[in-house]
């Protein structure tokens, strides 16, 4: 048995989003059915229902900021109540079986990766997945947060599920807190939250921008100092002075200009895909100071879960600006502009208009 899904879907890398209705599954012994309520809009939603990563399964529908409401659970379900608030990430299903998802890494699954939210291949009924950009999901337990905020934060609680913990991750994994120099690379969707993040962590937080018009809003965030990466002289000034760095943009970019600025051991993770390689670094740099550059991915289940505890306890949820789904395509043009402060983020209510 199914149930009919409402949604919006673009059919191929050039047409528009437009009404689409789809099958979900039936509800399992162990599944969750949840009533979407919000979805965040992220870039990656936009790279894939324009296949600029290559690979689209169409219909897309896109979506894995997911906030909404219990409506149903299968007999073993032993953490959710119909009722409940929850929320569902980049990711619905694993292996389960390999040592990453064994570890609590699914997000790194070695058998056959992670099922994505939407663009993967659904576990269940074959097919492309589908995310939240619809009126439902039905999700495997294992695979849903427990969402703690308060309801009127709930829309800026969305972008938590891919924006929270893709900043979040590699924070504590490199272990920020009081008395490391942190920086964060990029002011956008992901920037901001990692701004947020590591201030409430109890780092020195120092905000890395290329506009100067972004100062007092990087402040207003949470950084203690805001660098202009632009000027030399700012940038200069820092040189050998960063435990860690967060760089979260996707374009290409100089990676030198900020590994030059990590202590000796300190590390730069990346959390930004480009859709063409960064120029080569500079050997030299790592080598004569033993630093690292590093790449990390969301996070499993259990960090996810984590982050949103974190985030309800330091009272932090993204800056958004709430959109009715009907304006999706013209969020993706403000979005390849950077024309938003800092993430876009569905009112699903607006799929019953």
Request: glycine share 10%; aromatic share 8%; with cysteine.
């Amino acid at each position: 048995m199914t149930s009919q899904a409402r949604a919006y879907a673009t059919q191929s890398s050039e047409t528009p989003f437009a009404p689409f209705s789809f099958d979900r599954r039936d509800v399992g012994p162990k599944d969750v059915s949840i009533e979407i309520l919000f979805c965040g809009v992220c870039h990656s939603d936009l790279h894939t229902a324009r296949s600029e990563w290559g690979g689209t399964l169409y219909p897309c529908v896109p979506g894995h900021e997911i906030v909404g409401r219990v409506t149903a659970v299968g007999a073993e379900v032993t953490r959710f109540a119909v009722g409940d608030i929850a929320g569902v990430g980049c990711m619905v299903d694993s292996c389960r079986h390999c040592p990453s998802c064994e570890a609590g890494e699914e997000q790194y699954c070695e058998t056959t990766g992670f099922v994505g939210t939407y663009g993967g291949v659904d576990p269940i009924l074959g097919g492309p997945s589908f995310g939240g950009y619809s009126d439902h999901i039905v999700v495997t337990e294992d695979f849903v947060l427990k969402i703690r905020h308060d309801m009127a934060d709930l829309a800026a609680v969305a972008p938590l599920l891919c924006a929270g913990i893709t900043t979040y991750s590699p924070l504590h994994h490199w272990n920020t807190g009081p008395g490391k120099k942190v920086g964060v690379v990029g002011l956008g969707g992901l920037g901001h939250m990692g701004v947020k993040i590591a201030a409430a962590m109890g780092a020195h937080v120092v905000a890395f921008t290329t506009s100067p018009a972004k100062r007092e809003d990087a402040l207003r965030l949470g950084a203690h100092e805001v660098v202009v990466s632009r000027d030399a002289a700012e940038m200069n000034a820092h040189v050998n002075s960063f435990d860690f760095i967060l760089n979260t943009v996707a374009a290409p970019h100089d990676l030198d200009a900020f590994t030059r600025l990590l202590k000796r051991d300190g590390t730069m993770t990346l959390v930004g895909v480009p859709g063409t390689p960064h120029p080569s670094p500079s050997v030299a740099n790592l080598i004569f100071r033993r630093r690292a550059i590093a790449g990390s991915l969301i996070g499993g289940i259990a960090e996810t879960q984590e982050m949103l505890d974190f985030c309800h306890e330091h009272n932090l949820t993204a800056d958004i600006e709430l959109i009715p789904i009907q304006y999706i395509d013209k969020a993706y043009d403000r979005m390849v502009g950077s024309d938003v402060k800092y993430r876009f983020v569905i009112d699903m209510a607006s799929l019953k208009g």
